[in-house]
DNA sequence: CTGAAAGCGCTTACAG
DNA sequence: CTGAAAGCGCTTACAG
């Protein structure tokens, strides 16, 4: 393992300054392109490699923003982390993609900056932490929420709205014939998380069509797994087997739903409608396809990062959002045609 | 944004020196309990968090490992890095995920360390750099590579058995009953890498079981996303009707491959039996859940760590897997039964 | 356009 | 057990 080769290297074997190998570096103009080249030559020569952290601790910044996801078993996660790091280069920044496993000790410590000046910004999708603690926060390291949304502090905010895409689905389902329509993946109402205000949305669809709110029809859930989907969908299918159709939080929750329903012998489409969100590619391989509701991901990607560098003035930024319709929520069919 | 609080405001507010505030933070022993517990207090009146650039700088090391992989959409690779990430803690390591994107550029930034000396050790997933250019390196940081396989170089290197897990499923499928086999996703025989070690054990399997090998069943693929198994399923089963099971190199070329049989009106497994690699979650939930090939993922993230730390001697580690039997290769019945 | 000096925030020997 | 100095590898004003 050869010895790691430094400016100094790379300016005595070029015949400069320490300094003009630092211009090149960095491209900047003043250098005569005949200094230029030969600096150039030496660092080919040499395979000098900037160091970055010397480079980070002298100019007080990493070019690095932070993304804190729970967890990357959700595929949205995964291709939001993605969409995230592509959208950063161009500005030349790094995404580093942080996992929290949704404990709210991980949480505190990003978002209470002891991860030690590593990060000139936080993406952060929070999950276990309070809201106060949000607001508390003294940190000074920039702080964009995904998804949640604290409206005490003024913290920036990107997200779809989760009301209007709710009443969306339910209203595509209600226009599909179906009347006894359930929801899994509730949270409190009122609160400010994503699964209340979907759930939210949910409510105020039903409402709005006349339809009653059945506690039965719901089933409460603070993981949104595979898993967790099969097993409420079980509970409501079996408690209320008049339910021909399942809001799902996520798209997670209606690939377990999905199963559940196939192990009671109930048929998706026709005897359940089935609807989630994320748009995950899964969805679209599941049998049958599901309905989602898909963010516009490279939005989210833009706003959030602009946001966290502090490009843009207000910070409350709401993404637009599209139902994918797929056969899970097909229209039933008039009774004997 | 208050103003960041560094070593010195600590030490001067403790009425100590700038050093045994570093003595303190690094739990070295040689502080008297009463001088720590002043230092402490400091602190967290200060609300100091100390800046781990200059640690790293001064230390020459960032306790830091890249996972280098080209892309998050597999959900193998998602939980690979969340291990990965797990197993790192305790040794007092973080793990960087970094997405190649699968493109050879990209690859060779990090092998060639114009990363910037930002982390100790690569953990290496490669796709499309060739085992020539991971031989010629010259870069001194440690490198592990995970699946693809360089012999002439003495490049650590981690996986399970892919020739035996292939043989492993194939013999799977004739006792099931299978004659008919076909194989997406193959590479060139011969190859180092994961797709030709994989199609390798199949043609040994047939060979040894003494089943013709038809070209006409093999679909050669270098993407394996769902889509593309859809496109090679689609393909071998129309042009060969005759086929009873179909061996994946992944899972999620398995996924597609469900889909397609189902769009063909083949009935999985009755009619056609499906089996891949990585035993992701979504193959759990997919009608019928699919057979796969579950590595060990806690014993390679142990044996990736601790290769790229050095802390073993020989650099070739074979991580055990085994063969999850689900509904998708069920035997087929003897007929008139 | 180029050079000599200072400093980013830590830790590491080295004295005491 | 504690203190003063040097240095990790860069970049940033500041002169020339």
Redesign the pocket.
Same mark, same amino acid.
């Given at each position: 393992m050869a010895k790691?080769v430094? *400016? /100094?290297e790379v300016?005595e074997h070029a015949? *400069? !300054?320490? /300094? =003009?190998? !630092?211009?090149v570096?960095?491209n900047r103009?003043?250098?005569?392109?005949? =200094?230029?080249a030969r600096v150039l030559q030496a660092v080919e020569e040499l395979g000098? =490699?900037?160091?970055?952290?010397?480079?980070q601790?002298?100019?007080?910044s990493t070019r690095t923003i932070a993304l804190v996801v729970p967890d990357l078993r959700n595929p949205y996660f995964a291709r939001l982390a993605q969409t995230l790091q592509e959208a950063a280069r161009p500005r030349g920044y790094t995404v580093s993609i942080e996992l929290s496993g949704g404990g709210i000790e991980a949480e505190q410590h990003y978002l209470h900056g002891r991860h030690g000046?590593l990060f000139d910004g936080l993406i952060f999708s929070p999950s276990a932490v309070t809201i106060d603690a949000m607001a508390r926060r003294t940190d000074p390291t920039p702080l964009v929420l995904l998804g949640e949304r604290v409206a005490t502090a003024r913290i920036p905010h990107v997200a779809i709205d989760n009301v209007a895409s709710s009443v969306d689905l339910v209203r595509h389902l209600i226009d599909g014939g179906r009347r006894h329509i359930g929801f899994l993946g509730a949270e409190a109402v009122g609160g400010t998380s994503t699964g209340s205000q979907r759930f939210e949305g949910y409510r105020a669809a039903l409402r709005f069509a006349g339809l009653p709110l059945s506690a039965d029809l719901v089933a409460a859930a603070d993981s949104w797994q595979r898993e967790d989907g099969y097993r409420l969908a079980q509970q409501v299918l079996r408690s209320s087997p008049e339910v021909d159709a399942l809001v799902c939080a996520n798209d997670l929750l209606a690939v377990g739903a999905l199963s559940a329903a196939r192990d009671l012998g109930r048929t998706v489409p026709d005897d359940l409608a089935l609807v989630g969100w994320d748009d995950i590619d899964e969805v679209r391989y599941a049998m049958p396809p599901l309905t989602s509701v898909a963010p516009d991901l490279d939005a989210l990607a833009e706003a959030a990062l602009s946001a966290v560098l502090g490009e843009r003035e207000e910070g409350q930024v709401v993404i637009d959002h599209r139902v994918v319709v797929r056969e899970s929520s097909r229209p039933v069919r008039a009774p004997g045609s």
């Open positions: 790691r430094g *400016v /100094k300016a015949g *400069v !300054s320490w /300094k =003009t190998v !630092s211009n570096m960095n103009p003043v250098v005569r392109p005949e =200094t230029r000098y =490699t900037p160091n970055l952290i010397g480079r601790l002298r100019q007080g000046r």
